[in-house]
């Protein structure tokens, strides 16, 4: 069955980075977008890209930029994100969710499980 | 910047009709998303392209879309269906994805 599955939870001091990984399995993935979601505790949810499998593009929510780095490796249908100076305030779960390419308005149609990512001195 | 509008709150009796709304200024050209969240879960897509529904999400939730407003409505609401939802869609360039703050569906 299509799933992604993520990287176990994370605790980092400030000023360090974190990577989280986001496996895919069940589809192809250099046919689906990868998007980036955050959830601070209590919070609603915040996009923070996409990153294209097929060639690499990526696309950064200006929030973001300069801070983030989204790669993937074809060879393992996995897509990462990468979130360097880390800050108390980037507290959160970290999702994935795939959007298809060709038919890109059907959405976030399937979604990671959430990596919580905690940062604290 | 761009900002998509949700009430915080709605409360239903069950059975009853539960309308949430989503107010942003680029809604007219740009598709809305609707997502079901519940606590400790992840995001589930219930209505994509303002109006349709994905495979395996039950009829009871629809969606519409009429000028800078999208409305989710949960008809014959029921006590499982009480979760946070959050509408979600593009700015005017798309080029980014927004969320709305998401509105808590409390089934009294």
């Known amino acids: 069955q299509v799933q992604l599955v993520q990287s176990g939870a994370e605790v980092k001091k400030p000023g360090a980075s974190v990577k989280v990984s986001c496996k895919a399995s069940?589809?192809?993935?250099?046919?689906?977008?990868m998007h980036w979601v955050r959830q601070a505790p209590g919070q609603g949810l915040e996009w923070m890209g996409w990153i294209n499998p097929n060639n690499g593009g990526t696309n950064y929510a200006q929030k973001f930029q300069g801070r983030v780095t989204m790669t993937r490796d074809t060879s393992i249908s996995t897509a990462n994100m990468e979130l360097s100076r880390l800050r108390a305030d980037d507290t959160a779960v970290y999702y994935c969710a795939r959007v298809s390419a060709v038919e890109g308005h059907n959405g976030m149609d399937v979604w990671g499980q959430g990596t919580t990512v905690t940062v604290s001195s | 910047s761009y900002e998509l509008t949700q009430p915080p709150s709605v409360s239903v009796s069950p059975g009853q009709t539960a309308r949430i709304t989503c107010s942003g200024d680029a809604l007219p050209k740009q598709y809305a998303y609707w997502f079901q969240q519940k606590p400790g879960q992840a995001p589930v897509l219930v209505i994509y392209?303002?109006?349709e529904r994905p495979s395996g999400i039950p009829e009871r939730f629809s969606g519409s879309s009429s000028g800078t407003t999208v409305t989710l409505t949960i008809s014959g609401v029921q006590a499982e269906d009480e979760a946070d939802y959050y509408c979600q869609s593009a700015d005017r360039s798309d080029t980014s994805v927004i969320f709305g703050g998401g509105t808590k569906l409390t089934v009294l």
């Open positions: 392209q303002d109006s």
């Open positions: 069940g589809y192809t993935f250099n046919g689906y977008y």
